[in-house]
C-alpha cells in the first residue's frame, strides 16, 4: 500500500516537472494529492498582496453544488484563514472542533475531516493545500500529511519556475512592443508626414485646376486620418497597462468611454477577476463588455449605465444595466448575435431585454 501511494506520489511529483500551463498543472496538483490521500475533494488557494485568498481552485465538487455555495472562500477567517497565519500542516476530525472553525456558508456540502498544507516558494509563502472529507469517514494520517507536503514542496518549485520563465517572456514581449512602436514611428509616421507637407505645398500651386486641389485635400485628409490611427497604435504598445489584469484593462476601457459622454457609468467587480478569468474567456469579457457599453452609450439615451463583472467558481458573469428607453424591436440585432456566439463559445448564455423600471438589462454568462 505503501509502495504504491509513493508511486503514485513520484508519477505526480514528475507530473509538475514538466512545467505546461501552470493553471492546468495547479489543478492536476490538487487531483493528484486527493488521489494519494484518499480525499473526497481537494482545493488549492492561492494568497493575494492582502493576504486573503485571490484563487481557489477546487476538484470533487460539480459546477452545480460550487454555483449553491453562497461565498467564495477569502481565507479571512476559519481554517482557512487559520492556515493563512500559520502556514504548518494541519490535521483535524472534526473541523468542528477545532477553535478557528466558522462553519460553512449557505450551499456547502458537509465536511468533517480536514488536512491542509502550506505552499511554499522559498521564504514565501504562496498559498495552501486543502483536502476534506477521508474517504470512509475516517481520519487523514502521519503518512497522509507526509505525502501531500512532499507534493506542497514540489508544487512551489514549479511555480517558482514558471513565474521564471513568465518574467522573461513578458520581458522580451514588452521589448518587442517597443521595437514595433518604433519602427512604426521613425519609419511610417515620418514619411506619411513628409508627404503630406509635399501634397500640401503643391496646392499652394495656381496653376493647379481647382478640381485638382479638392483631391489632394481629399488625399491629405486621408493622410492625416492614417498618421492619427497608426500614432493611437504606437501609444497602445507602448502602453503596458494590460499587463496588470483584466481589472485594469476594463477600468482603464471604462474611464476612456466616460471622457465621451455624459452618462453615468458605474463599475462594479465581486470575486478574483485576474485570477480567475483568463485566456480567450478574459478577452472575450472584454469585448462584450465593451460592446454592451458602447450601445448603451449610443441608442440607450440612459442618465445612468452600472456594470457588474463577477468572478464565480466555475462561470463569470457580466451584467449591463442602463436607465434609458429599453431595447427597440426594430433594433439592429447582429451586435446582440455576435455577443450570443462569443457566450456559447464557452458554453455560456446571453440575453438582453427591457425592464419593468424602465431602461435595459443585458447578461452575458461563460463557464470558467
Given at each position: 500500500?505503501?509502495?504504491?501511494?509513493?508511486?503514485?506520489?513520484?508519477?505526480?511529483v514528475i507530473d509538475i516537472a514538466k512545467g505546461e500551463d501552470l493553471r492546468a498543472?495547479?489543478?492536476?496538483?490538487?487531483?493528484?494529492?486527493?488521489?494519494?490521500?484518499?480525499?473526497?475533494?481537494?482545493?488549492?488557494?492561492?494568497?493575494?498582496?492582502?493576504?486573503?485568498?485571490?484563487?481557489?481552485?477546487?476538484?470533487?465538487?460539480?459546477?452545480?453544488?460550487?454555483?449553491?455555495?453562497?461565498?467564495?472562500?477569502?481565507?479571512?477567517?476559519?481554517?482557512?484563514?487559520?492556515?493563512?497565519?500559520?502556514?504548518?500542516?494541519?490535521?483535524?476530525?472534526?473541523?468542528?472542533?477545532?477553535?478557528?472553525?466558522?462553519?460553512?456558508?449557505?450551499?456547502?456540502?458537509?465536511?468533517?475531516?480536514?488536512?491542509?498544507?502550506?505552499?511554499?516558494?522559498?521564504?514565501?509563502?504562496?498559498?495552501?493545500?486543502?483536502?476534506?472529507?477521508?474517504?470512509?469517514?475516517?481520519?487523514?494520517?502521519?503518512?497522509?500529511?507526509?505525502?501531500?507536503?512532499?507534493?506542497?514542496?514540489?508544487?512551489?518549485?514549479?511555480?517558482?519556475?514558471?513565474?521564471?520563465?513568465?518574467?522573461?517572456?513578458?520581458?522580451?514581449?514588452?521589448?518587442?512592443?517597443?521595437?514595433?512602436?518604433?519602427?512604426?514611428?521613425?519609419?511610417?509616421?515620418?514619411?506619411?508626414?513628409?508627404?503630406?507637407?509635399?501634397?500640401?505645398?503643391?496646392?499652394?500651386?495656381?496653376?493647379?485646376?481647382?478640381?485638382?486641389?479638392?483631391?489632394?485635400?481629399?488625399?491629405?485628409?486621408?493622410?492625416?486620418?492614417?498618421?492619427?490611427?497608426?500614432?493611437?497604435?504606437?501609444?497602445?504598445?507602448?502602453?503596458?497597462?494590460?499587463?496588470?489584469?483584466?481589472?485594469?484593462?476594463?477600468?482603464?476601457?471604462?474611464?476612456?468611454?466616460?471622457?465621451?459622454?455624459?452618462?453615468?457609468?458605474?463599475?462594479?467587480?465581486?470575486?478574483?477577476?485576474?485570477?480567475?478569468?483568463?485566456?480567450?474567456?478574459?478577452?472575450?469579457?472584454?469585448?462584450?463588455?465593451?460592446?454592451?457599453?458602447?450601445?448603451?452609450?449610443?441608442?440607450?439615451?440612459?442618465?445612468?449605465?452600472?456594470?457588474?463583472?463577477?468572478?464565480?467558481?466555475?462561470?463569470?458573469?457580466?451584467?449591463?444595466?442602463?436607465?434609458?428607453?429599453?431595447?427597440?424591436?426594430?433594433?439592429?440585432?447582429?451586435?446582440?448575435?455576435?455577443?450570443?456566439?462569443?457566450?456559447?463559445?464557452?458554453?455560456?448564455?446571453?440575453?438582453?431585454?427591457?425592464?419593468?423600471?424602465?431602461?435595459?438589462?443585458?447578461?452575458?454568462?461563460?463557464?470558467?
Amino acid at each position: 500500500m505503501v509502495s504504491n501511494r509513493l508511486e503514485a506520489l513520484s508519477e505526480a511529483v514528475i507530473d509538475i516537472a514538466k512545467g505546461e500551463d501552470l493553471r492546468a498543472s495547479l489543478r492536476r496538483l490538487v487531483e493528484n494529492a486527493v488521489a494519494i490521500s484518499g480525499a473526497t475533494y481537494g482545493a488549492l488557494g492561492a494568497i493575494a498582496k492582502d493576504g486573503t485568498l485571490e484563487e481557489f481552485t477546487y476538484v470533487g465538487m460539480s459546477e452545480e453544488t460550487a454555483d449553491e455555495i453562497a461565498n467564495f472562500p477569502e481565507g479571512k477567517q476559519g481554517l482557512l484563514g487559520h492556515l493563512l497565519k500559520h502556514p504548518v500542516a494541519l490535521r483535524v476530525n472534526p473541523m468542528q472542533s477545532h477553535e478557528e472553525s466558522r462553519g460553512f456558508p449557505a450551499g456547502h456540502p458537509a465536511m468533517y475531516s480536514f488536512l491542509g498544507v502550506p505552499i511554499r516558494i522559498r521564504d514565501e509563502i504562496y498559498g495552501s493545500l486543502y483536502l476534506t472529507e477521508k474517504q470512509g469517514g475516517v481520519d487523514f494520517t502521519e503518512e497522509d500529511e507526509q505525502l501531500v507536503t512532499a507534493l506542497a514542496s514540489a508544487a512551489g518549485v514549479a511555480i517558482d519556475n514558471a513565474r521564471g520563465l513568465e518574467a522573461q517572456h513578458r520581458v522580451v514581449v514588452l521589448a518587442e512592443r517597443e521595437r514595433i512602436a518604433r519602427d512604426l514611428h521613425d519609419l511610417v509616421i515620418q514619411r506619411l508626414f513628409a508627404t503630406g507637407l509635399s501634397l500640401q505645398a503643391l496646392t499652394k500651386d495656381p496653376e493647379l485646376p481647382a478640381h485638382d486641389v479638392g483631391r489632394l485635400r481629399e488625399a491629405i485628409d486621408n493622410l492625416d486620418s492614417t498618421v492619427s490611427q497608426i500614432r493611437n497604435s504606437v501609444f497602445a504598445l507602448q502602453d503596458h497597462s494590460g499587463i496588470h489584469g483584466l481589472r485594469s484593462r476594463i477600468q482603464t476601457e471604462i474611464n476612456s468611454l466616460r471622457s465621451s459622454t455624459s452618462i453615468n457609468i458605474f463599475c462594479e467587480f465581486n470575486g478574483p477577476i485576474d485570477t480567475v478569468i483568463d485566456g480567450d474567456v478574459a478577452e472575450n469579457v472584454f469585448a462584450v463588455l465593451r460592446e454592451l457599453l458602447v450601445n448603451a452609450i449610443k441608442h440607450s439615451q440612459a442618465k445612468n449605465v452600472e456594470v457588474e463583472v463577477h468572478a464565480l467558481l466555475s462561470r463569470c458573469e457580466v451584467r449591463v444595466f442602463d436607465d434609458g428607453v429599453g431595447i427597440k424591436e426594430d433594433a439592429d440585432k447582429r451586435g446582440l448575435f455576435n455577443l450570443s456566439k462569443r457566450a456559447q463559445q464557452h458554453q455560456g448564455s446571453f440575453e438582453i431585454c427591457a425592464v419593468d423600471r424602465g431602461g435595459t438589462q443585458a447578461i452575458w454568462i461563460a463557464k470558467l
